[in-house]
C-alpha cells in the first residue's frame, strides 16, 4: 500500500468557525489513528458553505483565517498527517470608491502545524443556486502537493468542485505531476444529480488518465441540501469507493502503486433509487434547519389531505414523533373523512393531535364583514379567510411554545397561486415546496412501501393517497374546478419553469393551448405570492427561490 486517504464527510454549520474546527480536528486524529495520511475535508469547510454576504465582512476572513491556523496547531503533532481545509481567503481593496475584490474560494495543505499550500479555485460557478463571482475572484495556479510515508508518497493534485467539470484546470495539475486528483466539493443536491457528478467525474479521469477522489458535503443549509455520496474512481472510470448518502461518514480510500500507475480501493456503498434519495433529501433538510437554528419542535396543520400527510411523515422521520405537534382545524366544510383520516395518521405515527375548530371566528370574521360584503356572494374571500383564521392559530401556538411551523403547500400550488397570503403560507419552513404534486403521490407510495419501522400499513392511510384532492373550502370543492388534471398541470410546469420551454413549444408538444396559456399565466401572476413564502427545500434543477429570479412587475407575454 502506498497511501491510505480518508475523506471526512462532515455535516458543517455555517458560521460555526469553531465546531467546524472541532469536527476536522476530530475527524483527523480519527483518521489517522486508522493510517490514514491524507485526509479531505468538504470546500469551505472551515466557514460551511455556502456563507454567502459574510464572506464580505473583513471580520469573518479573519476569523476564519484564525480557524485555519487553530486546526493545524491542534494537528502539528501527528506526523506525515496532511489535512485539506476549504476555507475563504483574502478580501477587498479599495482605489477611491472602488472596491477591487482579490478573494478566492481556497483550500489549504496543513501539514505538523504548518500551511504547506494554498490553491484558489479556478472556475467559479454562476448560475443556478450558485453566484459564486459575486464574492471571489478566480485562481491562476495549480496545487501539487506530496502525501504519505517517506519512500512512498504520492503527488497529490488539488481541485475545488467547478475545477473538475472543466478540462483545463485538471490537465493543468497533471502537467505539473500530479499521479492522483482530490477534489473537495459542496455542490446542492436535486434529484439524480449523485449519478450525474459520477457520470461526470468518470468523464474527467478518462480524459486525463488519473485517478480521482471526490470529497463531498453533507448537510442541510436553509433551501439546499447537500447529499454527501463521495467517491473514488480509478482511471478507467470504475467506482473504487463510495460513501454512504445523507449521512457523514469517513470513507477510507487505499491508493496502491501499480505498474500501469495507482490504483485506488474502499468500500462502495450501494446505489440507491431516486425516490429514496429524494425522501432523505427532504429529511436532512428538515432535520437540520430545526437543529441548527434551535427550534425546539415542530407545528402543522393536519387537514386529512395528502400534502400535510407527507409533511407530517417527514417531520417524524427528522426528528420524531415527540417533537411534532399536529391540530386539525375544521370549518363548516371539512368532511368527515378529513376528520377519521387525520386521527388515524397522527395515531399511527404517534404525535400530539389537537382540533380546533375555525367555525367561531369564520363567524365572527363574516359577521364583522357583513356591512361591507352586503349583497354580494361569497367567493374566494370567504375561502381566504379560513385559511387566514387557521394560519393565525398556528403561528399563535408557534409563538406560545417555540415550535417552527411548517407549511405544507407543494410545487404546484405555489406555481399557480392555489395557495392563500397570510394562510396556509404561513409559517417558517415550507417542506414539499419543490414537490411538483404528482410527485407529492408518488412520494407518499412509496413511504408506505419502505416504512422502516416495520409497521406493515406505512404512516399514511391508503385513502389519504386514492381521494381527489380538496382545499376544502366550499362546499364539495375539488383543485380540479380550478386547475387542470395534475399530471397536464405539471407536465406544463415542468416544461416551462424548470426547461424554459415556450409556450408555443409545449402546445406543440399535444398539451391543450387553453391549459398552457392557463398554466403560464398563473405562474406569471403570482410571482408576489412566492416571494412572500416561507424558504423551503430545493430538490429539482430549478426551485422557486435562488433558481427563479423573475419580476413581479411584468409585462413580457412571450
Known amino acids: 500500500m502506498t497511501l491510505k486517504l ?74 506525515n498527517l496532511m489535512v485539506v481545509v476549504g476555507h475563504p481567503s483574502g478580501g477587498d481593496s479599495r482605489t477611491r470608491s472602488v472596491a477591487i475584490q482579490s478573494r478566492h474560494n481556497a483550500a489549504s495543505v496543513l501539514c505538523e502545524g504548518a500551511v504547506v499550500a494554498t490553491y484558489a479555485k479556478r472556475e467559479l460557478p454562476n448560475y443556478q443556486v450558485f453566484d459564486e463571482r459575486r464574492y471571489f475572484t478566480p485562481g491562476q495556479g495549480v496545487c501539487v502537493f506530496e502525501a504519505g510515508e517517506a519512500g512512498s508518497r504520492v503527488k497529490v493534485g488539488l481541485l475545488i468542485c467547478e475545477d473538475a467539470w472543466f478540462e483545463e484546470p485538471a490537465r493543468l495539475t497533471r502537467a505539473a505531476g500530479a499521479e492522483l486528483l482530490v477534489v473537495i466539493n459542496a455542490s446542492p443536491f436535486h434529484i439524480g444529480k449523485g449519478n450525474e457528478r459520477e457520470q461526470m467525474m468518470s468523464a474527467r479521469v478518462q480524459d486525463c488518465g488519473l485517478p480521482l477522489v471526490y470529497a463531498h458535503l453533507v448537510g442541510g443549509q ?23 448518502s445523507f449521512v457523514e461518514s469517513s470513507l477510507m480510500v487505499q491508493v496502491n502503486r501499480v505498474p500501469e500507475g495507482l490504483e485506488l480501493a474502499g468500500d462502495v ?76 395518521m397522527a395515531t399511527r405515527l404517534g404525535v400530539r393531535y389537537d382540533e380546533i375548530s375555525i367555525v367561531p371566528e369564520f363567524e365572527a370574521f363574516k359577521a ?83 416504512d422502516p419501522y416495520g409497521s406493515g400499513t406505512g404512516p399514511i392511510p391508503d385513502r389519504i393517497i386514492t381521494r381527489p384532492p380538496s382545499a376544502e373550502l366550499r362546499p364539495d370543492q375539488k383543485d380540479q374546478d380550478s386547475l ?54 430545493r430538490v429539482t434543477h430549478r426551485s422557486f427561490g435562488k433558481d427563479w429570479r423573475y419580476p413581479i412587475t411584468n409585462r413580457f407575454r412571450g
Not at 433551501?223 to 470504475?238: K, M, Q, R, Y
Not at 405544507?408 to 414539499?432: H, P, Q, R
Request: with cysteine.
Open 484 to 537: 387542470p388534471e395534475y399530471e397536464v398541470l405539471d407536465a406544463i410546469l415542468e416544461r416551462y419553469m424548470e426547461n424554459d420551454q415556450s409556450i408555443d413549444d409545449i402546445i406543440a408538444a399535444g398539451f391543450p393551448r387553453a391549459d398552457v396559456e392557463k398554466v403560464t399565466r398563473l405562474i406569471r401572476i403570482n410571482e408576489y405570492k412566492r416571494r412572500q413564502a416561507p424558504v423551503g427545500i
Open 6 to 79: 480518508c475523506v471526512a464527510q462532515l455535516n458543517l454549520v455555517v458560521g460555526d468557525l469553531a465546531g467546524n474546527s472541532k469536527k476536522i480536528i476530530e475527524a483527523a486524529q480519527s483518521a489517522y489513528a486508522q493510517g490514514a495520511r491524507l485526509v479531505l475535508t468538504p470546500e469551505l469547510s472551515i466557514c460551511g458553505y455556502a456563507a454567502e454576504d459574510l464572506f464580505l465582512r473583513p471580520a469573518f476572513i479573519t476569523a476564519c483565517d484564525d480557524a485555519v491556523k487553530t486546526v493545524a496547531r491542534e494537528l502539528a503533532g501527528l506526523k
Open 269 to 344: 456503498a450501494p446505489q440507491r433509487s431516486l425516490d429514496a434519495d429524494l425522501w432523505d433529501a427532504l429529511v436532512l433538510g428538515v432535520r437540520d434547519y430545526v437543529g441548527k437554528n434551535g427550534f425546539p419542535g415542530v407545528i402543522l396543520g393536519l387537514s386529512g389531505g395528502i400534502d400535510s400527510a407527507l409533511v407530517l411523515a417527514v417531520a417524524v422521520d427528522a426528528i420524531g414523533k415527540d417533537r411534532v405537534r399536529t391540530v386539525m382545524m375544521p370549518s363548516p366544510y371539512t368532511a368527515d373523512i378529513s376528520w377519521i383520516d387525520a386521527r388515524e
Open 222 to 244: 436553509d433551501e439546499v441540501v447537500f447529499e454527501g455520496h463521495s467517491f473514488a474512481l480509478n482511471t478507467d472510470g470504475s467506482v473504487a469507493g463510495r460513501a454512504p
Open 368 to 450: 364583522s364583514l357583513a356591512g361591507e360584503f352586503a349583497g354580494l356572494a361569497e367567493d374566494t374571500t370567504e375561502e381566504n379567510i379560513q385559511a387566514r383564521i387557521r394560519g393565525t392559530l398556528l403561528m399563535a401556538l408557534s409563538n406560545k411554545f417555540g415550535g417552527i411551523v411548517l407549511t405544507t403547500g407543494n410545487k404546484s400550488e405555489l406555481a399557480t397561486g392555489y395557495c392563500t397570503l397570510y394562510g396556509d403560507m404561513a409559517g417558517g419552513f415550507a417542506v414539499i415546496k419543490d414537490l411538483a404534486k404528482t410527485t407529492v403521490f408518488r412520494l407518499s407510495r412509496w413511504r408506505n412501501a419502505n
